[in-house]
């Protein structure tokens, strides 16, 4: 089975730190993603990425950034962290398959409080 | 923008019967499509995957796909109390775009 571990459960943070959550996967996947989850707006894509270092906007970047230095870990950046950053954060990833079309695989999600 | 759009619910079934859940898309080139199953404070699972028009049954559940209609459904057979959660429909190719998604209640 595919294992996408987060680092953190929960997290509780002040604004202005700056915090990182880290994501590994065992399965050597090429694609990893970051979403983010609030009630009544579903998941949004912050980041993913398709290789190591390389990096792509989502649809919701701003105040965020990414790092991929090796292929099995995609670590998201907060560099100020805000109140409205308070958010279930989830990690995924996927092969790319021949027409790109395998699952996500979710990691346990981190639950971030910014006070 | 690219849309996904299902029913917020709840869509309360009582214990046996068939749960009826439903998505649209707006992304005609959309060429995979998900459905995940999500219990309160819990990351998404994968339920089904279709890729081609028709259906596709595993088990209780039957995953339903119309590309023309722009519409694909997902049918529980023998709703369970432990189906009760959240449904999300994603929809896309490899940066999937997910919809708000639909709450399941199941009644004993």
């Known amino acids: 089975d595919v294992k996408v571990t987060q680092s953190s459960r929960y997290l509780v943070k002040r604004t202005g730190e700056k915090v990182f959550l880290e994501c590994v996967q065992d399965m050597d996947h090429e694609n990893m993603f970051w979403y983010r989850q609030d009630p009544g707006l579903g998941l949004r894509l912050i980041y993913f990425?398709?290789?190591?270092?390389?990096?792509e906007k989502g649809d919701i970047p701003e105040g965020y950034s990414v790092s991929r230095e090796k292929k099995e870990r995609f670590s998201l950046i907060l560099e100020s962290a805000s109140t409205n950053q308070t958010s279930m954060y989830l990690c995924?990833?996927?092969?790319?398959?021949?027409?790109?079309?395998?699952?996500?695989?979710f990691g346990n999600g981190t639950r971030l409080t910014v006070t | 923008q690219k849309e996904v759009e299902q029913n917020s619910g709840p869509l309360s079934v009582p214990e046996g019967a068939i749960a009826s859940l439903n998505c649209t898309y707006s992304?005609?080139?959309?060429?995979?499509f998900f459905w995940y199953r999500q219990y309160s404070g819990k990351s998404p699972e994968l339920i089904m995957s279709i890729y081609s028009n028709g259906d596709k049954e595993d088990g209780r559940f039957t995953a339903q796909l119309n590309k023309a209609s722009q519409y694909v459904s997902l049918l529980i057979r023998d709703s369970q109390p432990s189906d009760s959660a959240t449904y999300l429909c994603?929809?896309?190719?490899?940066?999937?775009?997910f919809g708000t998604g639909t709450r399941l209640l199941v009644s004993p």
């Open positions: 992304d005609r080139v959309s060429q995979s």
């Open positions: 990425s398709y290789d190591v270092k390389m990096k």
């Open positions: 995924a990833s996927t092969l790319v398959g021949d027409r790109g079309d395998s699952p996500l695989h």
């Open positions: 994603a929809v896309g190719f490899q940066k999937l775009v």
